[in-house]
């Protein structure tokens, strides 16, 4: 990341705000012949900046290293509300789709005019416009543009390649962002130097909600290289020469703390979410329930539970801030440069127009960069200082205060007839927010506190219905989401609440086949419609790759299966598990999956995200959740809170359903849904042993198990 990225605009006369309905907004050609691609999303490792260039290379006809991909950064791209929600392709590929057909087109028209021959003539190919049948007159596109916006000349839209003549949408590109990740060159925010820079560290309260009294800084700002300390409302900071320095300085700070009375912990945050949850929303009910209650030959009710989860990211939250009288610039780790810009602006005091946000590169996302922590630190502590100022949090920091997945636990009961169909469903979620939460939480004035609070209340939140309706054929259903205030700071982790969602209803599926005397692969087939393609397609895949052996009830195999769809994609998953009877520890074995995203960009990079989507959903199955307790994080380490590793890693074997002529679906996040549910089905089908808990502790494995001394 350059350090004169914000020069760029005025060089390239780009200028907010953005139409996207002009071409010129997302795509300029150089003189060059280079193309510039201006996107609000941000590359998070998963791909998107060599997909992108894909999309615009194709459809422009351009030669895939002519592309220079910008990404995120405010006052050059349009404005994004984030990289989240796995919605980089299915959101960005329309826009620079036809932003790139209408290029293309404006092109062969610029060269009709120069030639003055009919556009039918012409053709482009290889950023160039050349006559049909005399390849050696041609044009470049830069000759054209002459670095300069297009003219608009289109008349309605463009006319868009067809899939059948694509040459390099579906091919493995290689990743144009890994060579300098590999060799060290990438700059993450903790790597980069400005001149004159100095360290900020934040003075962390002694409990989660603690106050400060007025601090005394005599003794700190005598420390070597202070060069400032200051107190703002609830935070307090100094600056110092070195990282170092400031740490120390620290210690010499007198401050007292009110400590609010916490009487919640990980034991009581069930009873909690559901007494503070409210009536909830009904997100769905058909027929009656009661009535195909009354028709079912059998009936099952459970409880699922899951804890808390951290997202115990690589790289911990870091930012460099330089505040002066003319603004404030900002480069940090973050997939919401723009929120960013938003949040600084208010706490600074300061028009949008004023703050500039470049993200760097980010060591790992899954939801933790919705939110600017650091940036918020670095910006009150530069405007203090009057110097650039670094703040890179500590792990333990990240871990604490930090925002995480919500709690949430599930009641649902399901019913079926004789012949095993689905008579009844009924449905109830409880959880703290995904949405939103975070921001509402740290840094911001009161005001702005309450603002958003009440902006992201019960009926706002949409993380906790993901993935909550059932997939298959019931005639008579309701499904409820209580939402409930967190004692925990909440915010988007990979996928929301959809992996909560699918362990509760893909687990009880697997309760219900058992109770049916069904295969439970075949119990699922059996309750879908003739329109089902869609998932029945993936279903069939997974199962066929994993040469899946109809069974009823646990069969020994140690073999699960569950299956979901997530940001309209279908995925089916196939786990096998080996269980130690005498120490309940679980490993799993291999995952088999079956993806459908539509039209796959790059299937490497589809390959990618499935295979971190279930390295990541195996973690959180077996190891994952955070212990709390009066106010205090209880495992706030990766000694405490271990994440799977190469050595805990499955074998991975991998099928994308081919299905080019729908519009490419989000990949990023599906994988990691079903994980949960598919072990947890595997580990019954092992020992017999239900768990409904999440994580699934040896513990948990050992008291379920029929017969167990615990």
């Known amino acids: 990341m350059r350090q004169d990225i914000f020069e760029l605009a005025g060089k390239l006369g780009r200028n907010e705000p953005f139409d996207p309905e002009d071409m010129n907004s997302w795509l300029l050609i150089g003189a060059d012949n280079r193309v510039s691609v201006f996107s609000g999303k941000v590359e998070i490792g998963q791909g998107g900046r060599t997909a992108l260039a894909q999309i615009v290379a194709e459809e422009m006809e351009s030669p895939f290293d002519s592309i220079d991909v910008y990404m995120g950064i405010t006052g050059l791209v349009p404005f994004d509300r984030g990289t989240h929600g796995s919605w980089t392709i299915r959101m960005m590929r329309p826009a620079l789709q036809k932003a790139a057909a209408s290029v293309r087109e404006t092109l062969l028209l610029m060269a009709a005019e120069r030639w003055n021959l009919p556009p039918e003539q012409l053709q482009a190919r290889d950023g160039a416009i050349s006559v049909r049948g005399d390849p050696t007159r041609k044009i470049a596109y830069g000759e054209l543009s002459q670095g300069k916006p297009l003219p608009k000349k289109l008349t309605g839209p463009p006319a868009t390649k067809p899939v059948e003549q694509y040459r390099l ?37 002694p409990s989660l909600g603690a106050k400060p009294g007025q601090a005394d800084f005599s003794a700190a700002r005598r420390q070597p290289g202070v060069i400032a300390a200051i107190q703002d409302g ?15 300085a620290l210690e010499h700070i007198k401050v007292s703390y009110k400590e609010p009375e916490y009487n919640i912990s990980t034991e009581q945050i069930w009873d909690y979410l559901k007494a503070n949850s409210g009536e909830g929303l009904v997100i769905k009910e058909s027929g009656s329930p009661q009535h195909g209650f009354h028709l079912a030959e059998k009936i099952l009710k459970a409880t699922y539970k899951a804890a808390y989860l951290c997202h115990a990211v690589i790289e911990r939250e870091a930012a460099i801030a330089d505040v002066t009288g003319d603004g404030a610039k900002i ?65 333990e920091e990240d871990f604490t205060w930090g925002p995480y997945r919500s709690a949430a636990f599930v009641e649902v009961q399901g019913g079926i007839a004789k012949n095993g169909a689905l008579t009844a469903w009924e449905y109830h979620v409880y959880s703290g927010p995904h949405v939103g939460g975070a921001r509402a939480r740290y840094g911001m004035p009161p005001d702005v506190k ?29 499904t409820v989401a209580h939402a409930s205030p967190s004692p925990l700071r909440t915010t988007s982790l990979r996928s929301l609440g959809a992996p909560m969602n699918c362990f509760a209803q893909e687990c009880l599926i697997d309760e219900l086949a058992e109770a049916a005397g069904m295969d439970p692969v075949q119990f699922r087939l ?35 299966f569950a299956c979901s769809l997530d940001s309209d994609s279908w995925i089916a998953e196939v786990v096998e598990v080996e269980v130690d009877r005498a120490t309940g520890k679980v490993r799993v074995k291999r995952v088999v999956a079956a993806q459908d995203s539509g039209l796959v960009i790059n299937p490497d990079g589809v390959h990618s995200q499935m295979e971190s989507g279930i390295v990541m959903g195996c973690s959180a199955t077996l190891n994952e959740g955070i212990q709390f307790k009066n106010g205090h994080i209880l495992n706030a380490s990766y000694l405490d809170y271990p994440i799977f590793t190469m050595m805990d890693a499955p074998t991975i074997e991998l099928v994308i359903v081919p299905n080019p002529h729908m519009p490419a679906q989000g990949a990023g996040e599906p994988a990691f849904v079903p994980i949960p549910a598919a072990i947890a089905n595997a580990i019954y089908d092992a020992v017999g042993a239900r768990v409904r808990e999440l994580p699934i502790t040896p513990a948990k494995v050992l008291a379920a198990m029929p017969h167990h001394p615990s």
């Open 234 to 248: 609830d935070y307090i900071g100094v600056v110092a020469e070195t990282e170092e320095q400031a740490e120390a």
């Open 450 to 478: 309450r603002e958003r609070a009440e902006g992201h209340g019960p009926r706002a939140d949409s993380g906790i219905s993901r993935a909550v309706l059932p997939l298959y054929n019931i005639p008579n259903q309701i």
């Open 169 to 205: 949408i579906g091919r493995n590109v290689p990743r144009v962002d890994l060579p300098a990740k590999v060799t060290g060159k990438a700059l993450y925010a903790a790597d980069m130097k400005l001149p004159g820079m100095l360290h900020g560290k934040m003075l962390r309260p």
């Open 526 to 560: 059996s309750n879908l419609t003739d329109k089902d393609t869609g998932l029945r397609g993936v279903i069939e895949a997974a199962t066929r790759k994993a040469c899946w052996k109809p069974g009823k009830g646990p069969t020994g195999q140690g073999r699960g």
């Open 331 to 395: 480069w940090i780790t973050t997939s919401v440069p723009f929120g960013v810009r938003s949040d600084v602006a208010l706490v600074l005091c300061m028009p949008e127009a004023k703050v500039q946000v470049a993200p760097t590169e980010i060591g790992g996302g899954f939801g933790r960069k919705n939110v600017g922590d650091a940036a918020i630190d670095a910006a009150r502590l530069s405007r203090a200082a009057g110097r650039p100022v670094q703040v890179v949090w500590s792990r």
